[in-house]
């Protein structure tokens, strides 16, 4: 078996799906959690001064969609051919431009501006984004493609809880009741599971 690391900060996020896909395909791996204090002495050891970066045998790759999308065809979560990992993909990507949209507000340094940014995504494009989202997850049986568990899924569960604190929405799952299945089907998987409550605790 290869020697596997994730490295990421305290947090679900980005890193979270990550370390699931992992537990979820019985790979053993060292589970590396960054000091934002120390980050920028660490930024020069990864391939594009990011983080999440896997690293297999001592070969490190990054961009976690990436890296997700690899685990999910080594663990036969992805699509049977081409079109089918093309539906994956453009849902995934959909779903994340609105983690995009509410990540960018956050580095706003000016408050007066980032709560007016705010305030008008939350009222355009927000309800939009969840609306499809929701229509998409109704579709296909509370998952986000193909109706059934993807790799995709995974990363939409990783990151809910921080989607939640960017939209400022604590009950998101409960005013979009769909939103529930695929949580509650990737967090009760017996080896992702063990590995949830085995790890770290982070709200976000």
């Keep these: 078996m290869p020697k596997v690391s994730v490295y990421y900060f305290q947090l679900k996020s980005l890193g979270e799906s990550l370390r699931m896909l992992l537990a979820y395909g019985g790979q053993e791996f060292e589970d590396i959690r960054i000091e934002f204090a120390n980050f920028s002495e660490f ?3 990864t391939p594009f001064g990011q983080l999440p970066m896997l690293v297999i045998d ?7 969609s990436a890296i997700a999308r690899y685990l999910g065809r080594k663990y036969g979560l992805a699509g049977k051919d081409i079109e089918e990992d093309f ?3 453009q849902r995934l990507y959909f779903s994340i431009n609105m983690f995009t949209a509410g990540s960018a507000i956050m580095y706003e340094k000016d408050e007066a501006v980032r709560e007016k940014k705010f305030a008008e995504l939350a009222k355009t494009k927000f309800p939009f984004y969840l609306q499809k ?5 109704t579709k296909n049986n509370g998952f986000l493609a193909l109706g059934r568990l993807t790799w995709a899924d995974f990363v939409f569960v990783g990151y809910f809880d921080c989607l939640k604190m960017l939209l400022r929405t604590s009950d998101l799952e409960e005013k979009y009741p769909i939103f529930k ?3 509650e089907t990737v967090v009760n998987i017996p080896k992702v599971k063990a590995f949830i409550d085995s790890a770290p605790k ?3």
């Design 43 to 45: 930024k020069p050891e």
């Design 58 to 64: 001592g070969k490190k790759y990054a961009q976690s």
């Design 87 to 89: 539906e994956i993909d």
């Design 133 to 137: 989202l929701e229509e998409i997850l």
């Design 181 to 183: 299945k695929p949580i």
């Design 202 to 204: 982070s709200e976000i």
